[in-house]
């Protein structure tokens, strides 16, 4: 993978970067309908230390989102509210996007090691995403595995057909 361009720095997202995350979620989702504005805020908000960006010129051009969750219980696509559970055991890494003129710069794995570091210092002891549009490569690479609990059949499908769940431990290097 080549190394974070020079200029891409990560900082956490705020709700000013929305318009720019909404932008880039637009460019690189085609399997599924994009997100609302509406359900992007409320993860944000509801996560706000596990939300980031990679700006470059100071303009989002790539993002994570992460929750936490209650594993396996994973939020809908597109909900307007995001209420992470007090029990939460989980952290969701909801979306990792970037810009698909920046693609090869490093800022998805500096994002996702951001994201690593902070389910680390949280009190989540594991991490699980559902990786779509044919990733589940690239997330093996960084130490998830492909898991299937049946009561995720249904909510896998809506992700498209290609939907895979998988987890790893908070703690495995990245």
Known sequence: MTSLHSDLKVRPMAVADLDAVLRIQAACYTAIEPESR???????????????????????????????????ELPVLDQPHCNPPPHADALYVHDVAVSPTLRGSGAAGALIRRVMDAARHGQWRQMCLIAIQGSSSYWARHGFREVAPREMAAK???????????????EAGA
């Open 38 to 72: 509406e359900s992007l805020q409320a993860k944000l908000q509801a996560a706000p230390d596990t939300c980031f960006v990679a700006v470059a010129d100071q303009q989002p051009v790539a993002y994570a989102i992460a929750v936490p969750v209650a594993f396996p």
């Open 156 to 170: 896998l499908a809506s992700y498209g057909a290609d939907a895979r769940l998988m987890w790893r431990g908070a």
